[in-house]
């Protein structure tokens, strides 16, 4: 059975910083594309960043480029966001799934990210 468990978000003021964790399992990790997405609310699930089964190939929203990192543990079966500079329309429910521009598999509950003063 196929699991995403992400955690890591919270309330963040303008300009900060959080990193996200999304634990995988179910399925061969390191073999697998990894992606972080995220919804607002009345908005549609985006595509943040995604990273390449050896992490060799890294592919991020324009939204995002240059503020947030993805990165990956494959000994942890474990990917990662690294969210810096972190701005109000960063709001979002963020999860992760496998896949490159399309998840693979059903969500996880997703951890959710405010940003607010």
């Known amino acids: 059975q196929v699991q995403f468990v992400e955690s890591g978000g919270g309330l963040v003021q303008p300009g900060g910083s959080l990193r996200l964790s999304c634990a995988a399992s179910?399925?061969?990790?390191?073999?697998?594309?990894m992606s972080w997405y995220r919804q607002a609310p009345g908005k549609e699930r985006e595509l943040v960043a995604g990273?390449?089964?050896?992490?060799?190939?890294?592919n991020y929203a324009d939204s995002v480029k240059g503020r947030f990192t993805i990165s990956r543990d494959n000994a942890k079966n474990t990917v990662y966001l690294q969210m810096n500079s972190l701005k109000p329309e960063d709001t979002a429910v963020y999860s992760c799934?496998?896949?490159?521009?399309?998840?693979?598999?059903?969500w996880g509950q997703g951890t959710q990210v405010t940003v607010s003063s």
């Open positions: 179910g399925f061969t990790f390191s073999s697998a594309a």
């Open positions: 990273i390449s089964s050896a992490g060799d190939r890294i």
């Open positions: 799934n496998a896949g490159t521009y399309s998840p693979w598999y059903s």
